[in-house]
């Protein structure tokens, strides 16, 4: 009579397994979208420092970055935040599943998963943007400042990191 129970409780443990990913997923991309907010701060503070925005948006609309609009450009700035802060959450469920514990008491993650998660997405968002989106789309800005913007674009990766190593341990105590 109770024949089909183990099955009924798997399936149960599989859902309630693929919502906490899922759960993982969204909190990702919340703290991808804030650590967005705080990379615009030295963003604006920079002369080039939000042309990737708008280089970004100008590949999205297939357009150039000078046809661009501020709400486009802003628009695929968080839309990119959040998608590196998905990136964060898949790259720190994998590297948690195959590492091994250590059991770091105090920040409510794994500390080695959040350092590998964080070191992959700052990596990412700077390569993908350098090396792929700004040769392709920013050819003006590409040959008379691309140094400056690389480099400024560095920076801005940069404090991304540093706000996912901040935010990510406020944001998901116990994520591990």
């Given at each position: 009579m109770f024949d089909h129970l183990p099955a009924a409780v798997?399936?149960?443990?599989?859902?309630?397994?693929?919502?906490?990913?899922?759960?993982?997923?969204?909190?990702?991309?919340?703290?991808?979208?804030?650590?967005?907010?705080?990379?615009?701060?030295?963003?604006?503070?920079?002369?080039?420092?939000?042309?990737?925005?708008?280089?970004?948006?100008?590949?999205?609309?297939?357009?150039?970055?000078?046809?661009?609009?501020?709400?486009?450009?802003?628009v695929a700035h968080h839309a990119a935040g959040?998608?590196?802060?998905?990136?964060?959450?898949?790259?720190?469920?994998?590297?948690?599943?195959?590492?091994p514990d250590l059991g770091v008491a105090g920040i409510g993650i794994d500390l080695p998963s959040h350092l590998v998660a964080t070191a992959v997405v700052?990596?990412?968002?700077?390569?993908?943007?350098?090396?792929?989106i700004f040769p392709r789309a920013g050819r003006r800005i590409y040959g008379e400042r691309a140094t400056a913007v690389r480099g400024q674009w560095l920076r801005s990766s940069l404090v991304f990191g540093a706000t996912l190593l901040v935010l990510a341990p406020a944001i998901f105590p116990g994520f591990a």
């Open positions: 798997a399936a149960l443990d599989a859902a309630s397994s693929l919502g906490a990913v899922a759960g993982r997923l969204l909190l990702g991309a919340v703290v991808g979208v804030a650590a967005a907010v705080v990379m615009a701060i030295p963003m604006w503070r920079q002369d080039d420092g939000f042309t990737p925005a708008y280089v970004a948006a100008a590949v999205v609309r297939r357009t150039t970055p000078d046809e661009v609009s501020f709400g486009d450009a802003n959040a998608l590196a802060g998905v990136l964060y959450a898949v790259v720190y469920l994998v590297t948690d599943a195959v590492a700052v990596a990412f968002i700077y390569v993908a943007f350098a090396r792929f």
